[in-house]
Nanobody, 129 residues
Framework: QLQLVESGGGLVHPGGSLTLSCTTS????????VAWFRQAPGKQREGVSA????????NYADSVKDRFTITKDNAKNMVYLQMNNLRPEDSAVYYC??????????????????????WGLGTQVTVSS
């Protein structure tokens, strides 16, 4: 399993932007699909977005389409989640998760937590005026 580390969370006004980052120490994300999940207090963890190992395929939850963009830079061993036009309902702890691309059934990037084997500790995003 990878040791994933998220960063970039914080407090932002509605309509604002944040970029979350995910990396791993002592290993590489190059051969892993990576996803972002989020969990608000009292709610289930939900998938936000995922990207394939090479970065050519992506998937987004309907609630964030056209507002969030996931990218992967294998040279820098980083995955980013650019979040624009943030809403109060986007407030949550955001988690980075990874799974070897070879273990992704049919190479389909499902946003299901049980498919991912490595997890970070999360970073808090708060959207409030």
């Amino acid at each position: 399993q990878l040791q994933l580390v998220e960063s970039g969370g914080g407090l932002v006004h509605p309509g604002g932007s944040l970029t979350l980052s995910c990396t791993t120490s002592g290993s590489t994300l190059e051969f892993h699909a990576v996803a972002w999940f989020r969990q608000a207090p009292g709610k289930q963890r939900e998938g936000v977005s995922a990207i394939s190992s090479a970065g050519f395929s992506t998937n987004y939850a309907d609630s964030v389409k056209d507002r969030f963009t996931i990218t992967k830079d294998n040279a820098k061993n980083m995955v980013y989640l650019q979040m624009n036009n943030l809403r109060p309902e986007d407030s949550a702890v955001y988690y980075c998760a990874a799974v070897p691309m070879s273990a992704v059934p049919g190479n389909i990037l499902l946003l299901e937590p049980h498919l991912y084997v490595s997890w970070g500790l999360g970073t808090q995003v708060t959207v409030s005026s």
